[in-house]
C-alpha cells in the first residue's frame, strides 16, 4: 500500500481543509482512525498542515468525489506512486537514528539467514563498510557479544526487494 510522504501533516491539512470522513483519511494516510480523530481534537499541534494537491500527491477532483460519496477511498496520483516503488527498489535511504544501533543486529541476521551474499553486497544492503561486516561474519567486532539479532526489514534498514534482489543476484553468481 502507498501512502503519502508526510502521513500526519497530510491528514491534518484534510482534516481542516475538506469535509472527508475520519476512516478515508484514515486509509489513506495510513493512519488508524483514532489517531486522526487525535489530530482533529488537538487544539495546538506542532505538525504544520501539507497540502497534498499543491504537492502533486492528489486532485481537486478525487478529493470532491470522496466528499460526495463517503463510501470512496482516496488514491495517490501514478506518478507518486512510480516514484514510491522506485525509491524502494534502490532501498531506504536514511537511517532513524533509533534504528542505528540495530544496525550490527540487522548484518548479523542477514548473515546467518543469507550466507551466500557477499560482504560488499551486505554492506552496501544495509550502508555500512566491508570491514564491520567482515567483524561481524568473523565474530571478532567490538560489540559482537551484545548484538541483538533482528531483521533489518522489520526494522526498516532494508526494503525486502531489495533484499531479495541481492540474493537473487547473488545465487545467480554463484550458479556461474
Known amino acids: 500500500m502507498n501512502y503519502p510522504y ?4 497530510t491528514a491534518l491539512w484534510l482534516i481542516e481543509n475538506t469535509s472527508l470522513t475520519f476512516e478515508q483519511i484514515a486509509e489513506f494516510c495510513g493512519l488508524h482512525e483514532l489517531e486522526v480523530k487525535s489530530i482533529a481534537d488537538a487544539e495546538t499541534t506542532k505538525v504544520q498542515g501539507l497540502n497534498p494537491v499543491l504537492n502533486g500527491q492528489l486532485t481537486r477532483e478525487d478529493i470532491e468525489r470522496c466528499e460526495a460519496d463517503p463510501s470512496a477511498r482516496l488514491q495517490l496520483r501514478q506518478e507518486i506512486v512510480n516514484a514510491q516503488q522506485a525509491q524502494n ?3 531506504v535511504g536514511y537511517t532513524p537514528k533509533l534504528h542505528r544501533q540495530n544496525r550490527l543486529g540487522g548484518i548479523l541476521w542477514i548473515l546467518k539467514n543469507y550466507p551466500e551474499l ?3 553486497q551486505v554492506a552496501r544492503l544495509m550502508r555500512s ?3 564491520t561486516v567482515a567483524s561481524v561474519r568473523n565474530k571478532t567486532h567490538k560489540s559482537y557479544s551484545v548484538i541483538q539479532i533482528q531483521s533489518p ?3 526498516g534498514l532494508v526494503s525486502e526487494s531489495a533484499l531479495h534482489d541481492a540474493v537473487a543476484k547473488a545465487q545467480k553468481q554463484n550458479k556461474k
Open 129 to 131: 563498510t566491508n570491514p
Open 153 to 155: 526489514i522489520v526494522l
Open 118 to 120: 557477499s560482504d560488499g
Open 89 to 91: 527498489k534502490r532501498g
Open 6 to 9: 508526510m502521513p500526519k501533516s
